[in-house]
């Protein structure tokens, strides 16, 4: 019985050393110590030892089974130690593997001119004005020398909303606005970019809603020389150093005298060609003298104080900067078009 026992040890600890995985040692453990295993088998067959040899053997069972035990319990954690290495390894992440390209998007073209120019401006010290767009006819008109009736309100077709309030049609109240908000204190020195709203029908050069950058200087002695340098500095900045502007004269009511301004063809240098029509002049704004009704309205001494503003549109500087033909390019999202305005 003794060797029985010595014999069982000896095969179940072979086996626990050969076992490949949990299950096998699961398997080892069930089939040597379980009930119906051969320890307990043998132990049965005790009764038929003498009161001398059994607890001897009995003892020796125990020996053989704790023996066998701790084998099984020593192999499991290394199985187990294993299995967890193996996965870790099996999970390492290779940050070698290039990534997924990432989209990322730019600016609207539009927000991109209006930011060049918000930039130039701050840079020669103007601050940012913002107001509604849901205008009072009197901010969008009234205030700009543009009474009830007046004929000129006819070039600027409205959308109303009641009698007295419209979308604004043009970034010119802000103007006004910012103006009284100075209690006829200058200097104000301004730009106002913003969406602006007429009742047009769309088509290649016209669109019921676009851009507009109003500028605005109001101190004492300002000049038309101030207004023609500074349009200067801003063509030069937006269509190259070599450019050169004129001033034409023109009617606009909030100003006098007004002017139409002209950028000196950047395509053919003056020559005459397609882009300007053959006469080397581009225009690109509209500007003037503050008119002194429009000064005194806001709060102003138009005898103390005068003024220049001017007021461009962004979308047609971008579509000549750039070469698009047909403003809705702008408003139809079509990404082939807005990816290639990538700012550098
Ligand atoms: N408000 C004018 C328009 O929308 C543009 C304009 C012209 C603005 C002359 C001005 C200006 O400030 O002086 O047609």
Same mark, same amino acid.
């Given at each position: 019985?003794?060797?029985?026992?010595?014999?069982?040890?000896?095969?179940?600890?072979?086996?626990?050393?050969?076992?490949?995985?949990l299950?096998?040692?699961?398997?080892?453990?069930?089939?040597?110590?379980?009930?119906?295993?051969?320890?307990?088998?043998?132990?049965?067959?005790?009764?038929k030892?003498?009161?001398?040899?059994?607890?001897?053997?009995?003892?020796?069972?125990?020996?053989v089974?704790?023996?066998i035990a701790?084998?099984i319990?020593?192999k499991q954690?290394?199985? &187990?130690?294993?299995? +967890?290495? @193996?996965?870790? $390894?099996?999970?390492?992440?290779?940050? =070698? #593997?290039?990534?997924?390209?990432? %989209?990322?998007?730019?600016h609207?073209?539009?927000?991109?001119?209006v930011?060049?120019?918000?930039?130039?401006?701050?840079?020669?010290g103007?601050?940012?004005?913002?107001?509604?767009?849901?205008e009072?006819?009197?901010?969008?008109?009234?205030?700009?020398?543009?009474?009830?009736?007046?004929?000129?309100?006819?070039?600027?077709?409205s959308?109303?909303?009641?009698?007295?309030?419209?979308?604004?049609?043009?970034?010119?109240?802000?103007?006004?606005?910012?103006?009284?908000?100075?209690?006829?204190?200058?200097?104000?020195?301004i730009?106002?970019?913003?969406?602006?709203?007429?009742?047009?029908?769309?088509?290649?050069?016209?669109?019921?809603q676009?851009?507009?950058? &109003?500028?605005?200087? +109001?101190? @004492?002695?300002? $000049?038309?020389?101030?207004?023609?340098? =500074? #349009?200067?500095?801003?063509?030069? %900045?937006m269509?190259?150093e070599?450019?050169?502007?004129?001033?034409?004269p023109?009617f606009?009511?909030f100003?006098?005298?007004?002017?139409?301004?002209?950028?000196?063809?950047?395509?053919?240098g003056?020559k005459?060609c397609?882009?300007?029509?053959?006469?080397?002049?581009?225009?690109?704004?509209?500007?003037?003298?503050?008119?002194?009704?429009?000064?005194?309205?806001?709060?102003?001494?138009?005898?103390?104080?005068?003024?220049?503003?001017?007021?461009?549109?962004?979308?047609r500087?971008?579509?000549?900067?750039?070469?698009?033909?047909?403003?809705?390019?702008f408003?139809?999202?079509?990404?082939?078009?807005?990816?290639?305005?990538?700012?550098?």
């Open positions: 019985m003794q060797e029985q026992l010595k014999q069982l040890q000896t095969e179940a600890l072979e086996k626990v050393e050969q076992a490949q995985d299950k096998a040692l699961n398997d080892i453990r069930v089939a040597y110590l379980g009930k119906k295993g051969p320890i307990t088998e043998v132990l049965r067959g005790m009764g030892l003498s009161a001398e040899e059994r607890p001897v053997m009995g003892a020796l069972a125990n020996e089974r704790e023996a701790t084998a319990s020593t954690e290394h199985l &187990e130690q294993v299995a +967890v290495e @193996e996965k870790l $390894s099996k999970e390492t992440i290779d940050v =070698t #593997l290039p990534g997924r390209p990432v %989209k990322v998007g730019n609207h073209p539009i927000t991109a001119v930011e060049e120019i918000e930039d130039l401006f701050l840079g020669m103007y601050q940012i004005a913002e107001g509604p767009e849901v009072t006819d009197y901010f969008n008109f009234e205030a700009l020398n543009l009474p009830k009736g007046h004929p000129a309100r006819d070039m600027q077709d959308f109303y909303i009641t009698e007295e309030l419209l979308l604004r049609t043009h970034t010119s109240p802000v103007q006004a606005r910012t103006m009284q908000e100075h209690k006829g204190q200058g200097p104000v020195k730009i106002c970019p913003g969406k602006v709203y007429r009742r047009d029908s769309d088509d290649a050069t016209h669109s019921h676009f851009t507009q950058i &109003e500028g605005l200087v +109001v101190d @004492e002695s300002i $000049s038309m020389s101030d207004l023609k340098g =500074t #349009l200067e500095v801003f063509a030069k %900045k269509f190259g070599e450019r050169e502007i004129r001033l034409r023109s606009f009511p100003t006098e005298p007004s002017v139409e301004v002209d950028v000196s063809c950047f395509s053919c003056g005459g397609n882009v300007c029509k053959k006469t080397g002049w581009i225009e690109i704004l509209g500007a003037g003298m503050v008119h002194p009704n429009v000064l005194e309205m806001a709060g102003f001494d138009s005898k103390k104080y005068s003024g220049f503003a001017f007021g461009m549109g962004p979308e500087i971008a579509m000549l900067k750039y070469g698009i033909d047909d403003i809705r390019h408003y139809t999202d079509d990404v082939r078009f807005l990816k290639q305005f990538k700012r550098a």
